[in-house]
């Protein structure tokens, strides 16, 4: 087996390695030695989204937990920084998240949050998938010091509370019409009444979760249904969350939609303003758009660029002192607020901006021009690097010595999937889009020699 956790925690098609009950059931394990503390109410959280593999996974993780003398609070299905919340509110040891985010409902996955609400770095994940391949049950306790299994009724109610409490208080949602799309994920139970109990009207969509639908044409991958509703209706503004909704796309009340490298921008603005965005700088990855460069540029602020994943984003936040940043897919950490991204926080945010500076998210939205870009998958049967694939070195030489300085051209595998991403910014959309076209045939042939 390859290194188990990958950008995003341990993820795979469920029932296959290494999203396996038996994989699962010694994560648990692992994770319940390395947080075993001498007091008998040592705890871990444990949450997930609403795949139909959640039930195998959350039960196997549970037994791995109790066998080892450590007691579990389950939560259900709950997001991603909700999880994160009650990890930290709850003073649990860890908390874990059963969920594959953005992927189709045959995938699932294992992340897990420190005490403190942050994801673990790479020295604690290598260390439990050692103990994972070693084994822990040898250092199982009697049968009378197994730990238990506690449902956590009100998780759900916590967080919707945790979220209203970020908005300000002296503005109201009354008389905003938001169109919901929650993707049939984790957030199908708290999204909806958190914008309902601040007074808006709320049209929600893909709230009927079965097990296999989670962001299934729907959500912040496939907006294109919220931003249609929102012109059917005329309403104000559409929200797309992901499935384990730590991640927000955004539509405006013409139904255009507004990506994370613009919602960066605005938000960077308006902390810019009132002088509490620390350092001046906002954090984002390679991926996200010169535009947006450009745009800090001219608001006297700056742009730290990190590696792609929102882990890699917190760990530059907190290394730099910073308290903002994100992706262009949608994923938004406000330090401040949470210590993960949060689609439905960072929706209360925009809200909160468009309230005060009484415009519609069309006239907010222009503060950022953005470069051409084109982004282009290619689907591999194994996971492989780049500058292994035969001929892709030359053709990227190739390629960035047609482009100069004109633009930039990213290539990376992805952490999630075994995908090859290509990224090709510049001025010239029919030059970027050959030039990207070109990278993924020399990928796509190897693939078919293979």
Not at 195 to 211: I, S
Not at 354 to 380: C, T
Not at 394 to 404: D, P, R, S
């Amino acid at each position: 087996m390859t290194r188990l956790f990958g950008t995003d925690g341990v993820r795979g098609v469920a029932n296959t390695e290494p999203m396996t009950a038996e994989i699962a059931m010694n994560i648990g394990r692992a994770l319940a030695v390395l947080v075993k503390t001498p007091h008998p109410d040592t705890r871990i959280v444990i949450g997930k989204d609403t795949r139909v593999s959640g039930y195998l996974l959350e039960n196997a993780m549970t037994a791995g937990i109790c066998s080892m003398g450590v007691n579990v609070l389950l939560v259900g299905p709950l997001p991603t920084p909700g999880i994160a919340f009650i990890t930290t509110s709850m003073r649990a040891d860890a908390g874990v998240v059963i969920s594959a985010s953005h992927n189709p409902f045959q995938d699932n996955g294992i992340k897990i949050f420190s005490p403190d609400g942050f994801k673990l770095p790479d020295a604690l994940e290598d260390q439990i998938a050692n103990m994972v391949l070693q084994n822990p049950s040898a250092l199982q306790p009697k049968a009378g010091e197994v730990g238990r299994a506690f449902r956590l009724d009100d998780a759900t109610g916590r967080y919707i509370v945790a979220l209203k409490n970020t908005f300000p208080k002296k503005y109201e949602l009354d008389g905003l019409h938001i169109v919901l799309d929650c993707a049939n994920g984790a957030a199908y139970k708290a999204a909806p009444s958190v914008f309902r109990e601040l007074g808006a009207k709320v049209t929600a969509l893909n709230v009927a979760p079965n097990g296999t639908n989670i962001n299934l044409d729907c959500g912040a991958l496939h907006p294109e249904q919220m931003a249609h509703k929102v012109r059917e209706l005329g309403a104000d503004i559409g929200l797309a969350l992901d499935g384990d909704a730590d991640r927000l796309i955004v539509c405006d009340e013409k139904g255009q939609i507004v990506n994370g490298d613009q919602i960066m921008a605005i938000c960077a603005q308006e902390l810019l303003q009132q002088g509490t965005l620390n350092r001046k700088t906002l954090v984002a990855t390679v991926m996200s758009n010169l535009g947006l460069e450009r745009a800090m540029q001219a608001m006297g602020g700056k742009l730290l660029r990190c590696p792609v994943g929102d882990r890699y984003v917190v760990e530059t936040l907190r290394a730099e002192g910073c308290n903002f940043g994100g992706e262009q897919s949608g994923h938004l950490v406000f330090l401040d607020h949470n210590t993960t991204g949060d689609g439905v926080l960072a929706a209360l945010q925009l809200l909160a901006i468009m309230i005060k500076q009484n415009k519609p998210l069309s006239a907010l939205a222009g503060l950022m021009q953005p470069v051409p870009q084109v982004l282009q998958n290619v689907r591999m049967a194994r996971k492989l690097a780049p500058e292994c694939i035969p001929g892709f070195p030359a053709a990227l030489q190739e390629a960035e010595a047609q482009l100069g300085r004109r633009g930039r051209i990213l290539v990376r595998p992805s952490g999630t999937e075994p995908l090859i991403r290509v990224m090709v910014e510049g001025e010239d959309e029919g030059e970027i889009h050959r030039l990207a076209q070109a990278l993924c045939e020399v990928i796509a042939q190897a693939e078919q020699q293979e």
